[in-house]
């Protein structure tokens, strides 16, 4: 048998969606398992070079989280990431989404995006980067696994600001937040994230209002000042902006990618499309 799985990047937090927003873009990560060939992991695309192919790495390590008791064919996995690592665009999620997908089909199953969801969730801790990896399009994400799909309004047409050698751990970021937020922050990010449901469905024209954030993204671009000075130029611009994930990626809504000023070197500025679907997987 062989298996082709694709996985989507995403934008997570989208401003005030802290923990709750997602985005599906239209780069996917690809995963082919092929039980005819021989047993291992090659790696291809970005980051190739830093993945493991020892089977530690996160795609097989899902695989066997979700296996259990039950046993895996020996299978040949060709892996081509295009998914920037450590950038904010749910690389992590992508490969355990893959690993889940990759497992479930192998034992025989038809995953469906609810129980992929409900596996990479619990595997990988960030519903808001696994939802949209699942179903596609905007995502909300509750803590207790509930979800709930929009499409977005067609003018909705991300730019990725992308720097070349900037990095930040997930980790690392999420460290730096504070425990306990001011009950004015709290009501602000209630008030404006709110209102960003209504700009990313049905009315772009609020995104520069509605993609405003008080509880993590001060404290984020504080980690990265280059970034940070980029993010305030495109404001500056009149762009909506936010970081993505926990950085260093930003990610624009412009009415025209020309709008966006640009950032220099060292950086990559690309449009992106929405993707309105999830993971895919095919059989041969």
Same mark, same amino acid.
């Not at 969801?117 to 596609?136: I, Q, R, V």
């Not at 509605?210 to 404001?235: G, K």
């Given at each position: 048998?062989?298996?082709?799985?694709?996985?989507?990047?995403?934008?997570?937090?989208?401003?005030?969606?802290?923990?709750?927003?997602?985005?599906?873009?239209?780069?996917?990560?690809?995963?082919?398992?092929?039980?005819?060939?021989?047993?291992?992991?090659?790696?291809?695309?970005?980051?190739?070079?830093?993945?493991?192919?020892?089977?530690?790495?996160?795609?097989?390590?899902?695989?066997?989280?979700?296996?259990?008791?039950?046993?895996?064919?020996?299978?040949?996995?060709?892996?081509?990431?295009?998914?920037?690592?450590?950038?904010?665009?749910?690389?992590?999620?992508?490969?355990?989404?893959?690993?889940?997908?990759?497992?479930?089909?192998?034992?025989?199953?038809?995953?469906?995006?609810?129980?992929?969801?409900?596996?990479?969730?619990?595997?990988?801790?960030?519903?808001?980067?696994?939802?949209?990896?699942?179903?596609?399009?905007?995502?909300?994400?509750?803590?207790?696994?509930?979800?709930?799909?929009?499409?977005?309004?067609?003018?909705?047409? +991300?730019? #990725? @600001?992308?720097?070349?050698?900037?990095?930040?751990?997930?980790? !690392?970021? /999420?460290? *730096? %937040?504070?425990?306990? $937020?001011?009950?004015?922050?709290?009501?602000?990010?209630?008030?404006?994230?709110?209102?960003?449901?209504?700009?990313?469905?049905?009315? +772009?024209? #609020? @995104?520069?209002?509605?993609?405003?954030?008080?509880?993590?993204? !001060?404290? /984020?671009? *504080? %980690?990265?000042?280059? $970034?940070?000075?980029?993010?305030?130029?495109?404001?500056?611009?009149?762009?909506?902006?936010?970081?993505?994930?926990?950085?260093?990626?930003?990610?624009?809504?412009?009415?025209?990618?020309?709008?966006?000023?640009?950032?220099?070197?060292?950086?990559?500025?690309?449009?992106?499309?929405?993707?309105?679907?999830?993971?895919?997987?095919?059989?041969?």
């Amino acid at each position: 048998m062989r298996l082709t799985v694709r996985v989507p990047a995403t934008s997570a937090n989208l401003g005030p969606g802290f923990d709750c927003f997602g985005l599906a873009l239209d780069m996917c990560n690809e995963v082919i398992a092929d039980t005819a060939g021989p047993p291992g992991i090659s790696w291809h695309g970005e980051g190739a070079q830093e993945l493991s192919g020892d089977g530690s790495d996160l795609v097989n390590a899902t695989m066997r989280r979700v296996a259990g008791e039950r046993a895996l064919p020996a299978v040949e996995i060709r892996a081509v990431n295009r998914v920037p690592l450590a950038r904010g665009l749910g690389s992590s999620s992508a490969a355990v989404v893959a690993g889940v997908v990759t497992a479930l089909a192998l034992l025989g199953d038809d995953p469906s995006a609810d129980e992929v969801f409900s596996h990479a969730a619990s595997l990988e801790g960030h519903p808001d980067n696994a939802a949209p990896a699942c179903f596609g399009g905007f995502t909300i994400a509750t803590p207790d696994g509930l979800v709930r799909r929009l499409d977005p309004h067609p003018d909705v047409r +991300p730019v #990725l @600001l992308v720097p070349d050698d900037i990095r930040v751990a997930t980790r !690392e970021a /999420r460290a *730096a %937040l504070p425990d306990v $937020v001011p009950l004015a922050d709290a009501v602000f990010n209630i008030a404006h994230g709110a209102l960003l449901v209504e700009a990313l469905a049905r009315d +772009p024209s #609020l @995104l520069g209002v509605a993609m405003r954030d008080r509880l993590h993204e !001060e404290v /984020r671009l *504080a %980690l990265v000042p280059a $970034v940070r000075e980029v993010f305030d130029a495109v404001r500056a611009a009149g762009v909506p902006v936010c970081v993505s994930g926990s950085g260093p990626t930003l990610i624009a809504f412009p009415m025209r990618a020309s709008e966006v000023p640009s950032p220099g070197p060292g950086w990559s500025v690309s449009p992106i499309a929405v993707r309105t679907s999830g993971f895919e997987f095919h059989r041969m």
